[in-house]
């Protein structure tokens, strides 16, 4: 029984994460070029055997996306490393799943919005994060700015811990 409502969950999820890339991607001028036929490797691929201990634990080459499942404590804050991009904030979007945990979203407005376990979100460009509690998220995101943003944050990483 329980594997029937987590089918109905990610039947709904994957709808409700369609339905809002459609309705963002035209009400706003962000170019995101699905290109289908140019999916490489895996079309799948289990949690459990999904890359762990990276910065952000992500596979590319999903038909322009990137994929991503990661887990973050409770207590990280991801403005000080975001410092140096457009407006210090992240300027990739972001649809997701958050499986576990609690999260904020900041945007370039100081607006908050918390999402919870077992909620679906989108992270607009200019935004930062929060993790309140030990977090768990499947996201989807552009695989250009995605790489991007994943090499700035590596440096980044690397000149604050040089600085210390």
């Known amino acids: 029984m329980k594997s029937g409502k987590n089918k109905k969950r990610i039947s709904m ?8 890339f459609l309705c963002e991607y035209q009400l706003i001028a962000q170019e995101v070029v699905l290109q289908t036929d140019n999916v490489q490797g895996e079309t799948h691929i289990s949690k459990d055997d999904f890359p762990k201990g990276n910065i952000i634990n992500m596979i590319h080459g999903w038909g322009g996306m990137t994929v991503s499942i990661n887990e973050f404590k409770g207590g990280t ?3 000080p490393i975001l410092q140096g991009l457009k407006d210090d904030l992240c300027q990739v979007p972001h649809w997701g799943y958050l499986e576990k945990g609690k999260i904020r979203i900041i945007d370039s407005n100081n607006s908050t919005k918390s999402v919870v376990a077992g909620e679906v979100y ?3 460009p200019g935004h930062t994060l929060i993790v309140d ?5 499947i996201e989807f995101s552009p695989e250009k ?3 991007e943003l994943n090499t700035f944050m590596e440096n980044k990483i690397a000149q604050m811990q040089k600085e210390k």
Request: glycine share 0%; charged share 25%.
């Open 122 to 124: 989108y992270m607009p």
């Open 133 to 137: 509690e030990d977090a768990r998220s």
């Open 13 to 20: 999820f994957i709808a409700i994460l369609m339905l809002t």
């Open 145 to 147: 700015e995605m790489k």
């Open 77 to 79: 804050d991801f403005t």
